[in-house]
């Protein structure tokens, strides 16, 4: 089944940028939404079809997915982004859902 | 604000059932599709199973890792989605999250856009 893989650590100083990545054999001929979740909550996407941000989501947050790699990159990075995000696509070839393992987003 | 709300988790002892429920006062729960999303403890996010909306054919599909355990269904006059869960085993520990979307559109398919808060499932003896 696919397989998306995902640094399970990124960290970042406040204010700077954060770029998560999400590799996956060709995942750029597929669509990738991303997901943040705290601690003891529930996900939410926070990007959707590669780059759409859903209302609520802070102009901030964007995304692209090209070739082996999607990405999503957090701007001027505040102490509220610590959270861990997964990326997730569709498998058609195994009708599956595909998460990644998620990173864990840490502002220092 | 747009919501879900999952009840029916608790302990239960390998080789049992225990079935899970979801609920909305808050959208059209009709016209989407739904799907059960699990997430083992210090672990991450696992599809579980989907089921279309009536439109759509109401199919259902599922990770191999459920599949002829789990069953997915929904009564849309009761705004309700449930996970029936057989023959329980402890790897299926986890808390269950009731998700909206996932819709499938040829190659892609849509994200899930609403999230329940979850609840914790616990197969031990």
């Known amino acids: 089944s696919y397989v998306l893989t995902q640094p399970p650590s990124v960290s970042v100083a406040p204010g700077k940028t954060a770029t998560i990545t999400c590799g996956g054999h060709n995942v750029g001929g597929r669509t990738v939404h991303w997901y943040q979740q705290k601690p003891g909550r529930a996900p939410v996407v926070v990007m959707y079809?590669?780059?759409d941000r859903p209302s609520g989501i802070p102009e901030r947050f964007s995304g692209s997915n090209s070739g082996n790699t999607a990405t999503l990159t957090i701007s001027r990075v505040e102490a509220g982004d610590e959270a861990d995000y997964y990326c997730q696509v569709w498998d058609r070839s195994s009708e599956d859902w595909v998460f990644g393992g998620g990173t864990k987003l840490t502002v220092v | 604000e747009l919501q879900l709300v999952e009840s029916g988790g608790g302990l239960v002892q390998p080789g049992r059932s225990l079935r899970l429920s979801c609920t909305t006062s808050r959208f059209a729960f009709g016209d989407y599709a739904m799907s059960w999303v699990r997430q083992a403890p210090g672990k991450g996010l696992e599809w579980v199973a989907f089921i279309r909306s009536k439109a759509d054919g109401g199919t259902t599909q599922y990770a191999a890792s459920v599949k002829g355990r789990f069953t997915i269904s929904r009564d849309d006059s009761k705004s309700i989605a449930y996970l029936q869960m057989n023959s329980l085993k402890a790897e299926d520990t986890a808390v269950y999250y009731c998700?909206?979307?996932?819709?499938?559109?040829?190659?892609?398919?849509?994200?899930?856009?609403?999230w329940g808060q979850g609840t914790l499932v616990t197969v031990s003896s």
């Open positions: 998700t909206r979307g996932g819709g499938v559109y040829g190659d892609y398919a849509d994200t899930f856009d609403i």
């Open positions: 079809y590669d780059t």
